[in-house]
């Protein structure tokens, strides 16, 4: 599950053709800007009711949670945006680890 946070100076032009194509191209084309950093904190925890409702699992069942800021050249930040990863035996640390090499 994922939850995402854009401020309204970045995305007051977005229409949706461009949120059904790429919204990063879309910030690199049409305004020259570039992601320029990213801070990441990984963490266990346990679902809230949404998530529970919605990754079919239990209240006790452990989650990966995995939170990001990103920022662009401008100083602006991009977004903020949390993945709530399900454990799975073997397969939850496979998905961890593609995002973290990505």
Do not use: W
């Not at 990063?24 to 320029?36: R, T």
């Not at 602006?76 to 709530?84: G, R, S, W």
Request: hydrophobic share 45%.
């Amino acid at each position: 599950m994922e939850y995402l946070k854009v401020p309204v100076q970045v995305i007051s032009h977005l229409t949706e053709e461009i949120l059904l194509s790429s919204f990063y191209n879309d910030i690199k084309e049409n305004f020259k800007l570039k992601i320029v950093g990213a801070n990441r904190k990984i963490r266990a925890d346990l679902p809230n009711n949404l998530e529970v409702e919605y990754l079919k699992c239990t209240p006790t069942t452990p989650m990966l949670e995995v939170q990001q800021v990103t920022y662009l050249n401008n100083g602006l930040l991009l977004n903020m945006f949390v993945h709530v990863i399900r454990m799975v035996k073997g397969l939850s640390l496979f998905i961890v680890f593609i995002m973290l090499i990505r």
